[in-house]
């Protein structure tokens, strides 16, 4: 009698609790770029950016989706880490609402085929445990299957939601469907409910109340986006900022930042390789150096801790080689280029085009808040975050003025000896424009193309 009653109260918790599980719970919102970060001119949908969440109570239950071309992404929360499909129409394939539903003591699952395919019907539980395989094997037709609600051992399972899943060709469809009044405990109408079962039911009730969730964003070029303690209890909007990042050949990763319209690394480059995989001859010698009229990279005197900091020094002819310093989709800007960026920054377009230090205080919004020498910092509110990583001299080889100055390069010829370049210095707020020899040892910057 115990038993009789402990089960029917508990079909009635599980249809009630089933309810709020088929109304599913939909987050959904837009991804967009840093485009309107510091002095950007506004942001961009992310496509094909994968938005995740992760139920913090239980780390198996995982759902998913992908933005589209306007950075649009829905996920539907469902009460299991397996989630529903109600197209049922995946490929080739479509999987069947099964009837009855709900159920006792047994229901039918059809299938059908647009052609012969090798196929696996699953059901599992609430907790995303595997209860029964009904067919495994390769199937000419569409057809059906009946399960009578037993596990994998024959043995009854509860009553409950289960969810039922097809799939075939590296493809999965999920529908629910309700057992009521299950077989377990049949047999044994005497006995009380033992223990196991009573964990097992308060784990599974515990499950579907959970409403703290991790939200992350990840893709190609992008800083991965996390967000911990999301309380989701119903259909919610939730948009994100992510920053775009760039990795060149190497490996290594850079942020990177809009300003005006331009796409800007927003540190230094420290590539070792062309794009085309070939290396960028490392030269030490302070004489070979000078000497040279091939590409060449160094760190700061010689010390690859400093890269970390400041990146490395490139001479002008690996800028200027055939086989690409920069990583695939960006460039290492003209003199030009560098020109719009300043008019962008306040510069006027007759202070742009003239020599050695312009501007008022364009070159305190691209240095770093911190780096400089002698409280020499900017204001970095272009987000270009300058940082003053010397260079190596064309003269003799030797490194020079780090903590104090910064330069970078264009790609932009003077002469068959010079190229342009920009240089900040910690003792003013403007921006030099000059034309030095091609065997120092620069900055190099990057802009998307």
Request: one cysteine or more.
């Amino acid at each position: 009698m115990y038993t009789r009653k402990y089960f029917s109260l508990l079909t009635i918790c599980l249809i009630l609790l089933s309810l709020n599980v088929f109304s599913q719970i939909v987050l959904q919102g837009v991804i967009t770029d840093n485009g309107a970060e510091y002095l950007g001119n506004g942001a961009e949908p992310v496509a094909n950016a994968l938005v995740t969440l992760t139920d913090e109570a239980d780390p198996s239950r995982v759902f998913s989706g992908t933005t589209n071309e306007q950075g649009e992404y829905s996920i539907q929360i469902t009460q299991t880490g397996i989630a529903d499909d109600p197209s049922g129409t995946p490929g080739n394939f479509r999987l069947l609402q099964n009837y009855p539903n709900p159920f006792n003591p047994s229901t039918i699952i059809g299938y059908e085929l647009t052609s012969p395919a090798h196929i696996t019907i699953e059901i599992y539980n609430v907790l995303g445990q595997k209860v029964n395989t009904l067919i495994h094997e390769f199937q000419n037709t569409s057809g059906h299957v009946t399960w009578d609600g037993t596990n994998d051992m024959g043995q009854g399972v509860p009553a409950g939601l289960y969810i039922y899943s097809l799939k075939s060709g590296g493809k999965r469809v999920n529908r629910k469907m309700l057992l009521i009044d299950g077989h377990q405990g049949s047999g044994s109408a005497s006995s009380s409910p033992s223990f196991s079962q009573k964990h097992a039911d308060n784990t599974m009730l515990k499950n579907q109340l959970s409403d703290q969730y991790t939200l992350t964003v990840t893709g190609d070029n992008l800083a991965t986006y996390e967000q911990q303690g999301l309380e989701i209890t119903s259909n919610m909007i939730v948009d994100v900022t992510v920053t775009r990042t760039l990795l060149d050949i190497d490996g290594n990763v850079y942020k990177t930042v809009k300003i005006g319209d331009q796409w800007w690394m927003a540190e230094n480059l420290k590539v070792t390789r062309y794009r085309n995989g070939d290396a960028i001859p490392h030269v030490t010698d302070n004489t070979a150096w000078a000497g040279l009229s091939t590409g060449a990279y160094c760190a700061y005197d010689n010390y690859y801790g400093n890269a970390t900091t400041y990146g490395l020094l490139y001479n002008w002819y690996a800028v200027d080689d055939a086989r690409n310093i920069a990583p695939e989709g960006w460039h290492v800007p003209t003199d030009e280029e560098w020109k719009e960026l300043e008019i962008y920054l306040g510069m006027s377009q007759n202070e742009a085009d003239d020599t050695d230090f312009r501007g008022t205080d364009e070159g305190s919004k691209l240095k770093s808040t911190s780096g400089w020498n002698n409280n020499g910092n900017g204001t970095n509110e272009s987000g270009f975050t300058a940082l003053p990583g010397g260079y190596r001299s064309n003269i003799d080889g030797t490194f020079n003025k780090v903590g104090n100055r910064g330069v970078w390069c264009s790609a932009t010829e003077y002469s068959s000896a010079r190229a342009w370049d920009r240089v900040l210095y910690y003792n003013n707020s403007d921006v030099y424009r000059g034309y030095d020899n091609k065997r120092n040892g620069f900055s190099v910057r990057c802009v998307r193309d």
